[in-house]
């Protein structure tokens, strides 16, 4: 039996909500024993943590990686290593690639890619409707069997309510979850800042923060009506969280999250045009940030994610309104987050609850806990040491990162998937 024995941790446990120094001990894989103080003997390898965070690997639902058909923007090898660099331990991939995921051929065929050229757990999404083009629902029930762990048709939003409800009932007799984007697609086409004083100085087709709200309370609706599974993919606005919580509270199963762009950044990031900062939907005023980050903390808004875009050169060296929306951050979800930890916004377990354990519940995995039994994926992090990001640096094939040349703070310093190194910073 292999074992390994972590010593002089700081234990991050999003499950008790805790942070305290001690020690935890795996074999073969899975997480055996833990506790304060002085660690026991040990015949395996023993890894000194020198008073660093051990905290349960990232879970990342929403991550683009552009295999099939878009291979010079992210590999399913290039995503893994960005993963493993960024805490990342499982990976829940997106089927807006080209084709869509939307067939059991398809799913088996990025599944075996994956399988082969990742060092990270991967688990798929497939589409919702065939194409992503809200007309008519994919084969649930066999795209389940072929590995799906989720459907979605991404930022591509069924207008076609009749379609929807027939795919969330379907969905619901299969015990599937729905991840959906909640948005009136009419207001926000074209889109490409939020609505307010900035988007009209500088001259920006706008959506206003009332289009998600809209969207969320159609879908709302539909799970009134279906009793669905559904996971809101990104709540960026003040005006979401009411219609959000009266679904909770009202028995719905309903989750939501956010993106650590529209956490950490707003719309007067954008500034002179940089494209880079161009996201989907766009950043938001501050006091939409405040108010998402408050969700976050009080657990309204359930799972924080990279939703990692990755987009080429050509895409991004275009004037703002005709670039492509998206950013990687794989590399950067970690650090970024650390900002609000820094900033005595969210303390570690609150994020960690977001970034591991949350995301695990939904998708009913055992992982994102510092439990016995429960599977070594973990990171070993510093979340004091400061650094200037370098986009070049990054592993991802594409580095379109808002956060190029900025003053971060917290690096990943070791990777484990069940037990083994996966990634350990020189």
Same mark, same amino acid.
């Given at each position: 039996?292999?074992?390994?024995?972590?010593?002089?941790?700081?234990?991050?446990?999003?499950?008790?909500?805790?942070?305290?120094?001690?020690?935890?001990?795996?074999?073969?894989?899975?997480?055996?024993?833990?506790?304060?103080?002085?660690?026991?003997?040990?015949?395996?390898?023993?890894?000194?943590?020198?008073?660093?965070?051990?905290?349960?690997?990232?879970?990342?639902?929403?991550?683009?990686?552009?295999?099939?058909?878009?291979?010079?923007?992210?590999?399913?090898?290039?995503?893994?290593?960005?993963?493993?660099?960024?805490?990342?331990?499982?990976?829940?991939?997106?089927?807006?690639?080209?084709?869509?995921?939307?067939?059991?051929?398809?799913?088996?065929?990025?599944?075996?890619?994956?399988?082969?050229?990742?060092?990270?757990?991967?688990?798929?999404?497939?589409?919702?409707?065939?194409?992503?083009?809200?007309?008519?629902?994919?084969?649930?029930?066999?795209?389940?069997?072929?590995?799906?762990?989720?459907?979605?048709?991404?930022?591509?939003?069924?207008?076609?309510?009749?379609?929807?409800?027939?795919?969330?009932?379907?969905?619901?007799?299969?015990?599937?979850?729905?991840?959906? &984007?909640?948005?009136?697609?009419?207001?926000?086409?074209?889109?490409?800042?939020?609505?307010?004083?900035?988007?009209?100085?500088?001259?920006?087709?706008?959506?206003?923060?009332?289009?998600?709200?809209?969207?969320?309370?159609?879908?709302?609706?539909?799970?009134?009506?279906?009793?669905?599974?559904? &996971?809101?993919?990104?709540?960026?606005?003040?005006?979401?969280?009411?219609?959000?919580?009266?679904?909770?509270?009202?028995?719905?199963?309903?989750?939501?999250?956010?993106?650590? &762009? &529209?956490?950490?950044?707003?719309?007067?990031?954008?500034?002179?045009?940089?494209?880079?900062?161009?996201?989907?939907?766009?950043?938001?005023?501050?006091?939409?940030?405040?108010?998402?980050?408050?969700?976050?903390?009080?657990?309204?808004?359930?799972?924080?994610?990279?939703?990692?875009?990755?987009?080429?050169?050509?895409?991004?060296?275009?004037?703002?309104?005709?670039?492509?929306?998206?950013?990687?951050?794989?590399?950067?979800?970690?650090?970024?987050?650390?900002?609000?930890?820094?900033?005595?916004?969210?303390?570690?377990?609150?994020?960690?609850?977001?970034?591991?354990?949350?995301?695990?519940?939904?998708?009913?995995?055992?992982?994102?806990?510092?439990?016995?039994?429960?599977?070594?994926?973990?990171?070993?992090?510093?979340?004091?040491?400061?650094?200037?990001?370098?986009?070049?640096?990054?592993?991802?094939?594409?580095?379109?990162?808002?956060?190029?040349?900025?003053?971060?703070?917290?690096?990943?310093?070791?990777?484990?998937?069940?037990?083994?190194?996966?990634?350990?910073?020189?």
């Amino acid at each position: 039996m292999s074992t390994v024995l972590f010593t002089n941790a700081r234990l991050i446990d999003p499950e008790a909500g805790t942070t305290s120094t001690g020690w935890l001990q795996v074999a073969d894989g899975r997480i055996v024993a833990r506790g304060e103080g002085n660690a026991p003997g040990s015949d395996g390898q023993i890894i000194d943590c020198n008073g660093k965070c051990l905290a349960p690997g990232i879970i990342d639902i929403g991550v683009k990686v552009c295999e099939p058909g878009e291979r010079h923007k992210e590999s399913y090898k290039s995503a893994g290593l960005a993963a493993a660099a960024g805490g990342v331990t499982t990976i829940v991939t997106r089927p807006d690639t080209s084709p869509a995921i939307d067939t059991p051929e398809t799913l088996e065929f990025i599944t075996r890619r994956a399988q082969a050229d990742t060092p990270v757990n991967m688990l798929p999404m497939a589409a919702l409707t065939k194409g992503r083009e809200g007309r008519e629902m994919t084969e649930i029930g066999f795209l389940q069997d072929a590995g799906a762990v989720a459907f979605t048709d991404c930022d591509h939003v069924i207008t076609n309510t009749k379609v929807l409800s027939r795919a969330l009932t379907y969905a619901k007799s299969c015990g599937a979850l729905v991840i959906a &984007h909640p948005q009136e697609p009419g207001l926000s086409a074209g889109a490409a800042a939020t609505s307010g004083k900035f988007a009209a100085l500088r001259g920006l087709p706008a959506v206003p923060p009332m289009a998600e709200r809209m969207g969320l309370d159609r879908d709302i609706a539909l799970l009134e009506m279906t009793g669905a599974a559904y &996971h809101a993919d990104q709540i960026t606005t003040a005006r979401a969280l009411p219609a959000l919580e009266r679904a909770k509270r009202n028995g719905l199963d309903i989750t939501a999250g956010t993106s650590i &762009h &529209h956490l950490t950044l707003n719309e007067l990031d954008v500034a002179d045009y940089r494209t880079f900062f161009k996201v989907k939907p766009p950043l938001r005023s501050e006091d939409d940030r405040q108010a998402v980050i408050e969700a976050v903390r009080t657990g309204l808004i359930d799972i924080i994610s990279s939703m990692h875009t990755p987009q080429d050169e050509e895409s991004k060296r275009l004037p703002f309104e005709e670039a492509a929306s998206g950013a990687v951050a794989l590399e950067t979800l970690l650090p970024a987050a650390l900002r609000l930890y820094h900033a005595d916004q969210l303390d570690l377990p609150t994020l960690f609850k977001a970034l591991a354990l949350k995301p695990a519940k939904r998708l009913g995995l055992d992982s994102g806990r510092l439990s016995n039994g429960t599977p070594a994926d973990l990171v070993l992090f510093d979340p004091d040491v400061p650094f200037v990001l370098d986009r070049f640096a990054l592993k991802s094939k594409s580095q379109n990162t808002p956060f190029d040349g900025q003053r971060m703070q917290g690096k990943v310093l070791a990777t484990y998937v069940a037990g083994q190194a996966v990634f350990r910073r020189p």
